[in-house]
């Protein structure tokens, strides 16, 4: 499945879906997929952890509790999420950086952090 805008990944191809279940995405589509309004960058594909979301818990913003006012299902480990890039960062500043899937992660994403850092943290799209 790829996003419905023809947007390319971080390794230069197709972006493809990071998730549907839980759905993901700014659009609630699958895709790490962004616009102007997202001012977050919803676009790294991560595979959650419990040490991650503890951090992320701590850090202010709760990816745990259910929320269906906007369509959000609270995460556990195992799940993959379109993160916000620069929660991502801060996550791998501190050394609790998930696991992220490179073929559903957005190219924009190399405008602040470098492929070889991804893909210190890659998995398989299938692995997940």
């Known amino acids: 499945m790829t996003s419905r805008f023809d947007s390319l990944n971080v390794l230069g191809t197709p972006l493809q879906a990071c998730s549907t279940d839980p759905m993901t995405g700014w659009f609630r589509d699958g895709c790490c997929e962004t616009q102007a309004a997202d001012r977050g960058r919803h676009i790294v594909c991560a595979v959650m952890t419990d040490d991650f979301l503890q951090f992320s818990k701590v850090q202010g913003n709760d990816l745990t509790t259910p929320r269906p006012q906007y369509r959000f299902p609270g995460l556990k480990a195992g799940d993959r999420w379109c993160l916000c890039l620069d929660r991502w960062r801060e996550a791998h500043a501190a050394g609790r950086a998930p696991s992220v ?22 998995v398989e799209a299938s692995d997940s």
Do not use: N
Not at 101 to 122: D, G, K, P
């Open 101 to 122: 899937v490179l073929e559903a992660t957005h190219q924009i994403a190399l405008e602040r952090v470098t492929l070889s850092t991804l893909r210190a943290f890659a």
